[in-house]
């Protein structure tokens, strides 16, 4: 089993930036793609981004597209998310998961997908 740990969120101003890390240990040989997803008040879980730890591959969610990059350091076993250009619609609770598995890279954006969840990190955009 993977274990997933989120960290550096915070809070910051509209036009800024963070980069949030997702530390993986235990049986990371196991995992297929990566992801990140947000939640915000009130609102459903919403993909942000998704890697494919085979190829590299990545893959977005509309609303952050050209904005957000996720990368990884295999040395670290670390999913990174850099968050540019903040916007307080971008405030939300920030989640890494793992898919274990492999399945179809079409599905990485759907939440459902995923068997392996960090705990989230709060993201707030002040304006």
């Known amino acids: 089993q993977v274990q997933l740990v989120e960290s550096g969120g915070g809070l910051v101003q509209a036009g800024g930036s963070l980069r949030l890390s997702c530390a993986a240990s235990?049986?990371?040989?196991?995992?297929?793609?990566m992801g990140w997803f947000r939640q915000g008040p009130g609102k459903e879980r919403e993909f942000v981004a998704a890697?494919?730890?085979?190829?590299?591959?990545?893959y977005y969610g509309d609303s952050v597209k050209g904005r957000f990059t996720i990368s990884r350091d295999n040395a670290k076993n670390t999913v990174y998310l850099q968050m540019n250009s903040l916007r307080p619609t971008d405030t939300a609770v920030y989640y890494c998961?793992?898919?274990?598995?492999?399945?179809?890279?079409?599905?990485?954006?759907?939440?459902?997908?995923?068997?392996?969840w960090g705990q989230g990190t709060q993201v707030t955009v002040s304006s």
């Open positions: 998961a793992g898919r274990s598995t492999p399945y179809s890279w079409s599905s990485a954006n759907s939440a459902s997908r995923y068997d392996v």
């Open positions: 235990g049986r990371t040989f196991e995992t297929y793609y």
């Open positions: 890697l494919r730890l085979s190829s590299g591959s990545t």
